[in-house]
């Protein structure tokens, strides 16, 4: 069973549609975040939510809008999409939060032409 | 802001030599130090971790080290093996105002055989 699972694991699309990834945590942790990867490796947080609720968002334009349904869900809708928002998009989930271990999702790798 | 510097860039080193990985960061607050690895097409995974109020720790090849004064902190593997290559991260982050980790840019470690 995997512990921190998005879908799906590639998406390409054109610019200016507007697409969703899911995750889903099954730890019980109560922090999930979504980190962006880019081309160079470079790992940035965008959210982080603590029991459903939004606790950081680092600068992210507006066009991305997270929802936490539950604390066992993130997801994230991106509108408009833009050739920049090409990236890796990781889903990741903590106990509570700060100063401890991250548990990953395997990624989903967004292509806009 | 929050940083945190990783060198270098590239590591390539000769099957059963050792390999340094150093990190620095900026946030004096941090207290906890955490070293991922990620193979391709997976997310980072924690492989050892320290926190501020140990110097070093080992695990079978893998240790780390920190100098709190210096804010600089450091991963060592010996006795390298193929399977050991892969990108490397090194990272921060902090209890108190956390929710947050801080990723170093990546090392991409090539061991060969």
């Known amino acids: 069973d995997t512990a921190v699972s998005q879908t799906p694991k590639y998406l390409v699309t054109q610019m200016g549609n507007d697409k969703s990834i899911k995750c889903e945590q099954n730890?019980?942790?109560?922090?999930m975040y979504w980190y962006k990867q880019d081309s160079k490796k470079f790992l940035k947080i965008m959210f982080s939510?603590?029991?459903?609720?939004?606790?950081i968002n680092e600068t992210v334009p507006n066009r991305f809008s997270p929802k936490s349904p539950d604390k066992a869900h993130l997801n994230l809708h991106i509108n408009s999409l833009e050739l920049g928002d090409s990236a890796v998009y990781f889903c990741?989930?903590?106990?509570?939060?700060?100063?401890?271990?991250?548990?990953f999702g395997s990624g989903t790798q967004l292509s806009v032409l | 802001g929050e940083n945190v510097e990783q060198h270098p860039s590239t590591l390539s080193v000769q099957e059963g030599d050792s390999a340094v990985i150093k990190c620095t960061y900026s946030?004096?607050?941090?207290?906890?130090f955490p070293w991922y690895k990620q193979e391709l097409g997976k997310g980072p995974q924690l492989i050892i971790d320290?926190?501020?109020?140990?110097g070093e720790k080992k695990d079978q090849r893998i240790a780390v080290t920190l100098n709190k004064t210096a804010k600089h902190f450091s991963l060592h593997i010996t006795e390298t093996q193929p399977e050991d290559s892969a990108v490397y991260f090194c990272?921060?982050?902090?209890?108190?105002?956390?929710?947050?980790?801080?990723f170093g840019a990546g090392t991409r470690l090539f061991v060969k055989a």
């Open positions: 990741a989930s903590s106990l509570q939060g700060g100063d401890e271990k991250l548990f």
């Open positions: 730890l019980g942790h109560d922090t």
């Open positions: 939510y603590n029991n459903k609720e939004l606790i």
């Open positions: 946030d004096s607050a941090s207290n906890y």
């Open positions: 320290i926190r501020s109020n140990v």
């Open positions: 990272a921060a982050s902090k209890g108190t105002g956390g929710f947050k980790t801080i």
